[in-house]
């Protein structure tokens, strides 16, 4: 069984990869498909404050 996945985020702590599936390969991209409105560096930024900070202080 194998599963395809239109959008993939990895995050490592200090940089955020987006890789949206185009014609069966997955490519990096600045912007979310999935989520046109958030960009790169938005996303980035929430993921970096949620290491500082808890959950309800976050939200």
Not at 8 to 17: S, V
Not at 27 to 37: H, T
């Amino acid at each position: 069984m194998t599963f395809e996945f239109n959008e993939i985020l990895r995050f490592d702590r200090e940089k955020l990869f987006i890789y949206c599936l185009e014609n069966g390969n997955y490519q990096e991209q600045e912007q979310s498909n999935v989520l046109p409105i958030l960009s790169k560096s938005v996303i980035l930024n929430f993921l970096t404050r949620r290491r500082e900070k808890s959950e309800n202080t976050l939200l």
